[in-house]
């Protein structure tokens, strides 16, 4: 007896296999057995463990550990690559714009990227290549230039089953954002940024809200990044300052312990020094 999914006529079918996911498409043909004629496009799915996706000379490649991606995928329609991380490096939006990524799909478990110019149409364009609602970790580190535009209301709403989120860039009220949002049940948040007023924009009673509806052994880092000429007694006032605004709901200790952990570093010297360490 035939699969059942192929009795249908092949309009249906075809258009069934139109609205499914690469992924949902491999997983429809594989039990439909060999006879996937009315199944078309063809996935191929293949593993490794951390891709580089990057253009040389306009061309796009995914460098994978064997060979590019595009020596695999020459017989077929649709590729479906799985992997541990996704890593972009130095892709423009306009190199994205040019480019048809039809016939390639990502399943991701963690998604980073570097040195690039991260906007809201381009994190639009890389969640339509990937499996949006399965990436556990985002990556938005230093390294990029975020748009002004890219809150965290955005960023969950478009990775919304996410656990771990680091983030080069913070803003005013952006815990108000992550509350707003009804962000719950993340492992761990780690968010970098140069401005002190705007990284601690935020109540102390708000940020220990938002620590409650996390999972149980959840951790928040907070970085910031002091000016080149800061000297030691300019450490001394920016600690002295955040200790008075979190300990009104947070309890202050010296151990490396704790939910939350406040990270001031150097910009000439990017080795983290942990200067306070607070917990609820």
Known sequence: MPYPILTLSHPFSRRLCQLLTPEELENLQLAAGPEIRNLKPIVQSFYDQNPQFRFFEDAAKVLLYLKDIDEITDNYTLSLLKCETLTFIEVTDLQFKNSDFSHIYFKANELAFQKCHLTVDYLKYVASIINAHGLLK????????????INFAFVFKTFPNLNDLSVGRAYNGWVNDLLNTNVTDLRSFSVYHNNYEELFSFKASDLH???????????????????????????????KKMKKLMTRRFRFRTSQFGKLKVLIYYYANPHFQNIACFYC
């Not at 985002?138 to 535009?149: A, G, R, W």
């Open 209 to 239: 809200r938002f620590i409650k509806k996390q999972l149980p052994n959840f951790v928040v880092k907070m970085n910031v990044q002091c000016e080149p000429d800061a000297t030691d007694d300019d450490l001394k006032k920016v600690k």
């Open 138 to 149: 985002l990556c938005l580190s230093i390294s990029n230039d975020l748009d002004d535009d």
